[in-house]
């Protein structure tokens, strides 16, 4: 089964950066893409990005492209999320997902870890 943990969240400042890690284990050889998700408090959950876990294939929302990077640490075994310039709309529980190449939904997540932005 596979367990996904993120580390790295906290409080920052405006115009501040911040990297995420998220650790899968656990038959990660079956994992086809590794995502990003985040949910401020009374809003929907929202794509942030993801990264294909072979290649290095990402994709963005329009709220983080540019600002947001998603990479894989080989050695590591972690798909980290660097975010640069925050504001304070980027305030939200942010968690890791991950999914096989059988299906579209991403059928693992992580317990999430808080980013605090203040102005």
């Known amino acids: 089964q596979v367990q996904l943990v993120e580390s790295g969240g906290g409080s920052v400042q405006t115009g501040d950066s911040l990297r995420l890690s998220c650790a899968p284990s656990?038959?990660?050889?079956?994992?086809?893409?590794v995502g990003w998700f985040r949910q401020a408090p009374g809003k929907e959950r929202e794509f942030v990005g993801s990264?294909?876990?072979?290649?290095?294939?990402?994709y963005y929302s329009d709220s983080v492209k540019g600002r947001f990077t998603i990479s894989r640490d080989d050695a590591k075994n972690t798909v980290d999320l660097q975010m640069s310039r925050l504001k304070p709309e980027d305030t939200a529980v942010y968690y890791c997902?991950?999914?096989?190449?059988?299906?579209?939904?991403?059928?693992?997540w992580g317990q999430g870890t808080q980013v605090t932005v203040s102005s």
């Open positions: 997902a991950a999914r096989t190449s059988a299906t579209l939904q991403f059928e693992y």
């Open positions: 656990g038959g990660t050889f079956s994992l086809y893409v």
């Open positions: 990264i294909r876990m072979r290649g290095s294939l990402s």
